[in-house]
């Protein structure tokens, strides 16, 4: 049992960093800097609602996939023959257009901290997630390359905090009993709650699980373990970036509304600090172009024999298109536009498909008895995202403006 446990070690700390990752990209950064600009110290409010939201995602995905071993096309397939291939596309379509923008942020991310171009930073930073996948070990290479670059983040965005000197007890205070109105506080939740765990985020680590054969009900401490951990690690480094931009503003510095993360950087700890978020940003656009190319792919290979012999190929070309289009489209707004739509639409689809397998026996076993608590807070968490879908599809109508 020990050797068991220790031969999914890797896969558990894996899956927990992919899904920390894919959620930490250059978007993360900007929301959690921006909202934090417009709603100070009540921003802790809103990391905290969002927190419990998305543990009530994950736990409920991660069971229902990990337990069962399917992915999530396979799962909506044994539902309803052919909803997996419209899951399917809605993921990748999502991801490929999340991932133009992550090369984006790669591309400024080295603009920042070493001043190449902004044309040359594309391309390396769709090469730097190649070259992880043209390694023998890919899997292990990106497990430690996510580690690594987290881990990165992690240490550089604390030492702005120790630089800025955030106001940590008015924050406390107001992560549970806010001074801005909770109904103002209501949008911001709902856009946290799909940056965290929208379109094929709350994916990435189960995947991860199934591939490292970490699967079945005897292996469900093992992956409640691992799902609460990927989103413990989201979280601090939303704390942290939450409490070094917060150590600015409230000292009344207006950030620039183009760029917030790096002007709070700039602003807080000068040009050291304008390097620093080169290098959170970079660490965040790499880790989340491997997050989002592994589970895109990951969503198409048991839907064509030929994908899942040429994976490898598959994801790197995966990569290589968002990077050729990143460095002719310069800045894809309408795109990034088209992308949030989507992802408002996929979580209440994906999350309601595993909610609905959560009660099928031919799916789930015969002993498997799924939590009522998870079933209920999952039904409430579908609705609320239903409700971020329908308001995100007006944002369509700024691609025709």
């Known amino acids: 049992m020990k050797e068991k446990q220790k031969s999914h070690g890797g896969a558990l700390l894996g899956a927990a960093f992919i899904m920390a990752t894919s959620a930490i990209g250059p978007g993360f950064l900007t929301q959690t800097a921006k909202f934090t600009s417009d709603f100070q110290a009540s921003f802790g409010f809103v990391i905290l609602v969002s927190i419990l939201l998305s543990v009530v995602v994950q736990l409920n995905v991660w069971r229902v996939l990990c337990v069962s071993g399917m992915r999530g096309q396979d799962v909506a397939n044994k539902l309803l023959p052919g909803l ?68 990165v983040m992690i240490v550089v965005i604390f030492i702005v905090i120790v630089i800025v000197k955030p106001p940590v007890g008015q924050a406390l205070k107001e992560t549970f009993l806010p001074s801005t109105g909770p109904v103002k506080l209501f949008p911001a939740i709902l856009t946290l709650l799909g940056g965290t765990v929208g379109g094929y985020i709350t994916f990435a680590g189960a995947h991860r699980l199934i591939d490292g054969g970490v699967t079945k009900e005897e292996n469900l401490k093992e992956i409640n373990k691992s799902s609460l951990m990927g989103m413990v690690i989201a979280t601090i480094v939303r704390i942290f970036l939450f409490l070094a931009v917060l150590g600015v503003v409230v000292k009344g510095v207006a950030l620039d509304a183009g760029n917030p993360a790096a002007d709070a950087f700039r602003q807080g700890a000068g040009e050291l600090g304008y390097r620093f978020f080169g290098l959170v940003l970079l ?60 992802n408002g639409l996929i979580l209440p689809v994906t999350l309601g498909v595993c909610l609905v397998a959560s009660q099928k026996k031919k799916i789930m076993g015969e002993a498997y008895r799924h939590p009522v608590w998870l079933l209920i807070s999952g039904i409430v968490v579908v609705l609320l995202s239903a409700y971020l879908g329908i308001t995100s599809l007006a944002n369509l109508g700024q691609l025709f403006a």
């Open 283 to 342: 660490c965040a656009a790499v880790t989340s172009i491997i997050g989002a190319a592994y589970t895109s792919v990951s969503f198409l290979k048991t839907l064509s024999r030929t994908i899942e012999k040429q994976e490898k190929w598959v994801t790197i070309g995966f990569i290589a298109v968002s990077t050729l289009i990143m460095a002719l489209a310069g800045q894809p707004a309408k795109l990034l536009v088209l992308a949030g739509a989507l």
């Open 84 to 151: 997996g291939y419209f899951v399917a596309v809605l993921i990748v379509l999502g991801g490929l257009v999340f991932n133009i923008g992550n090369v984006g942020g790669g591309s400024l991310g080295f603009n920042a901290l070493l001043g190449i171009p902004v044309e040359a930073g594309c391309f390396l930073a769709g090469a730097i997630a190649i070259v992880v996948f043209l390694l023998k070990n890919a899997t292990k290479a990106m497990d430690t390359l996510t580690k690594v670059l987290g881990g």
